[in-house]
């Protein structure tokens, strides 16, 4: 006499695989007596079928996100709850939790000279709801210091404030760093060519013209680099 729910497949007779929940309990006459069982079924084949196709995205998202080093969060701008994605809080350095820290608890990880830009980013996004970008340094949960790259746009409500905002993380430390090291070098190879009077240039063979030439290069003949390609870059 319990009301009972069921899930299962059924295969109907045109050889397709179908999705249904049944639900039945007891049925009682006048007197109170239970007389019968009453059954209802229910097709969720598309239902499940949304609900494997959502799963299936949040995956891909999950990996795509892990192999980017990104993360993705959720503000509400009115009661100031943040939620982060997992790999979010992966990049921080922290254990998965439901709720992200607020502003004011996060702004005390960055670096003492970016906060008070995150602070105005945060003010311009709950006034206007324009999308930013920024970046700032931050220290883990672990106390590694990284860089960070963020960007995020806000939603307005039906009275046209900013209601809602999403956005991303990126770890891009690595990055920057190797970013760094190849303008380093880029800043050696330019002063190695200055002291040994040597150029370097760049030839289209199936266009046959000068596609880049370096500053000692156009020197050599007494000429700027855009002369340089202008004479032969033609």
């Given at each position: 006499?319990?009301?009972?729910?069921?899930a299962?497949?059924?295969?109907?007779?045109?050889?397709?695989?179908?999705?249904v929940?049944?639900?039945?309990?007891?049925?009682?006459?006048?007197?109170?007596?239970?007389?019968?069982?009453?059954?209802?079924?229910?097709?969720?084949?598309?239902?499940?079928?949304?609900?494997?196709?959502?799963?299936?995205?949040?995956?891909?998202?999950?990996?795509?996100?892990?192999?980017?080093?990104?993360?993705?969060?959720?503000?509400?701008?009115?009661?100031?709850?943040i939620?982060?994605?997992?790999?979010?809080?992966?990049?921080?350095?922290?254990?998965p939790?439901?709720?992200?820290?607020?502003?004011?608890?996060?702004?005390?990880?960055?670096?003492?000279?970016?906060?008070?830009?995150?602070?105005d980013?945060e003010?311009?996004?709950?006034?206007?709801?324009?999308?930013?970008?920024?970046?700032?340094?931050?220290?883990?949960?672990?106390?590694?210091?990284?860089?960070?790259?963020?960007?995020?746009?806000?939603?307005?409500?039906?009275?046209g404030?900013p209601?809602?905002?999403?956005?991303s993380?990126?770890?891009?430390?690595?990055?920057?760093?190797?970013?760094?090291?190849?303008?380093?070098?880029?800043?050696?190879?330019?002063?190695?060519?200055?002291?040994?009077?040597?150029?370097?240039?760049?030839?289209?063979l199936?266009?046959?013209?000068?596609?880049?030439?370096?500053?000692?290069?156009?020197?050599?003949?007494?000429?700027?680099?855009?002369?340089?390609?202008?004479?032969?870059?033609?």
């Amino acid at each position: 006499g319990i009301p009972a729910e069921n899930a299962y497949r059924v295969v109907d007779r045109s050889g397709a695989v179908r999705h249904v929940v049944e639900r039945s309990g007891p049925g009682y006459d006048e007197q109170g007596s239970r007389v019968s069982v009453r059954c209802a079924i229910q097709d969720v084949t598309d239902l499940r079928r949304k609900e494997n196709a959502l799963s299936e995205s949040k995956t891909l998202l999950e990996i795509g996100q892990r192999l980017a080093v990104m993360g993705s969060f959720e503000w509400d701008l009115r009661s100031g709850r943040i939620v982060w994605s997992d790999q979010m809080w992966r990049i921080h350095g922290l254990a998965p939790q439901e709720v992200a820290p607020t502003n004011d608890v996060y702004v005390q990880m960055l670096h003492p000279d970016d906060q008070q830009k995150f602070r105005d980013v945060e003010t311009r996004l709950k006034a206007t709801g324009a999308p930013y970008e920024m970046d700032f340094r931050i220290t883990r949960g672990d106390g590694e210091e990284r860089v960070f790259h963020d960007h995020g746009v806000a939603f307005l409500d039906e009275t046209g404030r900013p209601a809602r905002a999403f956005g991303s993380t990126q770890d891009v430390t690595e990055r920057n760093r190797i970013e760094a090291t190849l303008r380093e070098r880029e800043a050696l190879l330019r002063q190695g060519a200055r002291l040994g009077h040597f150029g370097t240039w760049v030839w289209d063979l199936v266009e046959d013209r000068c596609l880049f030439c370096s500053e000692e290069m156009a020197a050599l003949y007494g000429m700027t680099v855009e002369g340089f390609l202008r004479e032969r870059g033609s």
